[in-house]
């Protein structure tokens, strides 16, 4: 089609992910033209498999929907009142999952492809971009990712004279729901939980008497694993670690991690309760394929199908995908970046989404978003307007841009690691902001715990919006 014309010149993203394809569209929808550069389909990554933009790799869940207390749906519901794409597609592609947004892959993938390919201010080359973008490229924004491509890796080192840090990512395999036992296994969601598009019976559940739980752990343990010596020394990133390297950290670990059985009533046996509990959860619309929850893992193929077949229902399992393990690379953004998410020795260089430090899909969509904002307002002659650290956006760019502990054994040595959206980054509320509700014979603990989320919540909602509407 083509493309409208524009008298500002067009702002440069690398990288065609989530967060890359979240700041052209915001670039776009600002008025000011956008040259998106994406290297799939002209070269690979070792976890994609598609050239669709927008891919997901690891799971096809955005987590909790919820926006009055939990702070990854405050974040949905920020990128919804700034018209995110991302969340627009998210939302249109939806399969139930409880009281998470989860996704059809393959349907939000084209989504944000089509919106992205049809906008008339966006223009898609694909290339490998091998170096920094040139001095004409005034205002750029890199939104690589975790995958980026190692001459691209190799001259973000040579322009920061630092090094990259970099985890382990693993992912979690995908089974044909048709060859799950559902006389062994029931459909429920965690505490009967209803959300988006859901019943309440969103995810398959397996259950393990305590003599198969501690087989299975045996097994994950010894299962021949992948070996990975050229990365030695680079840590995991606690959010996403392989299933058998929690197991190693205590045969308990799991069943109080993704195989916990609380808020879980085995249908066919009610009366007894589950020692451990493996849950799957819908991957794709049609309902055909199921993601094991939390088992993103570092087994090796074959070890892959004997292990996770000795999970009762799934003994006749047929894997869409195996799990697998590639290497993240994320910049140290508190030393590099300013508030705005520029580079700070070359300015009109902003970086967005995972390669910043930030972790999970949503998160670098956001990251993604606010960057784009930012090269949009700067290239129409405004300063950027940063979102308060009462928001969502505002808590997690602060954390990406400064917000971190500095080492007392190390001065001026900060402790920077990848990190979800969370309450924990949020300034305290206002002394008194709490009060005891009417008629309530008790405020505290989980009720005092689940007002205070209440609270943050609201004020961040309002203050997002009052936000939007100063923002250019």
């Given amino acids: 089609m083509n493309k409208t014309t524009s008298s500002h010149s067009p702002i440069h993203v690398i ?14 929808e600002a008025g000011v033209p956008v ?38 749906g405050v974040l949905h519901a920020e990128m919804r009142l700034a018209g995110s794409l991302i969340m627009r597609c998210a939302d249109l592609n939806q399969v139930p999952a409880g009281g998470a947004l989860a996704v059809d892959r393959e349907g939000f993938a084209e989504a944000v492809s089509a919106a992205i390919a049809n906008h008339p201010l966006i223009t898609v ?51 044909h729901a048709d060859t799950i036992d559902m006389d062994i296994c029931w459909h429920q969601s965690r505490y009967d939980k209803v959300g988006p598009g859901g019943t309440g019976k969103d995810y398959i559940n397996c259950p ?17 694993k992948a070996g ?24 308990e670990t799991l069943r109080h991690g993704p195989m916990k059985p609380m808020g879980l009533t085995n249908a066919h046996n009610p009366s007894v309760k589950p020692y451990a509990v493996v849950q799957l959860r819908q991957d794709n619309a049609l309902g055909t394929l199921y993601n094991m929850v939390g088992f993103q893992t570092k087994l090796k193929y074959g070890a892959q199908g004997e292990v996770f077949r000795m999970i009762p ?103 920077f690691q990848p990190m979800n959206v969370n309450f924990g980054l949020f300034p ?29 919540a609201s004020r961040a909602l309002s203050d997002c919006a009052s936000w939007l509407d100063k923002a250019v």
Wanted: aromatic fraction near 6%.
């Fill in 208 to 224: 393990l008497t305590q003599e198969r739980y501690d087989a299975f752990v045996d097994a994950l343990i010894a299962g021949d």
């Fill in 35 to 72: 040259i998106l550069h994406e290297m799939r389909g002209v070269r690979g990554t070792d976890a994609h498999k598609t050239e669709s933009l927008a891919e997901l790799v690891c799971s096809n869940s955005f987590r909790s929907d919820d926006a009055t207390s939990n702070a990854v």
């Fill in 125 to 175: 080359l694909r290339e490998e971009i091998r170096g920094l973008p040139p001095k004409d490229w005034d205002l750029a924004i890199i939104a690589t990712g975790p995958l980026t491509a190692p001459d691209l890796a190799e001259a973000i080192r040579a322009e920061t004279g630092a090094d990259a840090l970099a985890f382990f990512d693993a992912i979690a395999p995908i089974v």
């Fill in 428 to 456: 305290p509320l206002d002394p008194g902001a709490l009060t005891r509700p009417e008629g309530a014979k008790r405020f505290r603990g989980k009720e005092k715990a689940l007002a205070k989320k209440q609270a943050m």
């Fill in 313 to 415: 229902g799934l003994q006749n399992a047929e894997f869409a995908r195996l799990g697998g393990l590639h290497r993240n690379t994320y910049i140290n953004s508190p030393t590099l970046l300013d508030h705005s998410l520029m580079l700070k020795s070359r300015p009109g260089l902003r970086f967005a989404g995972q390669i910043t430090g930030c972790e999970g899909y949503v998160e670098s969509a956001s990251i993604g978003l606010l960057a784009g904002r930012f090269a949009a307002a700067e290239r129409k002659g405004a300063s950027p307007v940063l979102p308060p650290v009462t928001t969502a956006f505002g808590a997690l760019l602060n954390h990406i841009t400064g917000g971190h502990i500095v080492s007392d054994d190390e001065p001026g040595k900060r402790s």
């Fill in 15 to 28: 990288g065609g992910g989530l967060a890359g394809s979240e700041a052209a569209w915001q670039i776009a």
């Fill in 228 to 251: 990975f010596k050229e990365w030695e020394g680079t840590p995991y990133f606690d959010g996403c670690l392989p299933i058998e390297v929690m197991a190693e950290r205590g045969r």
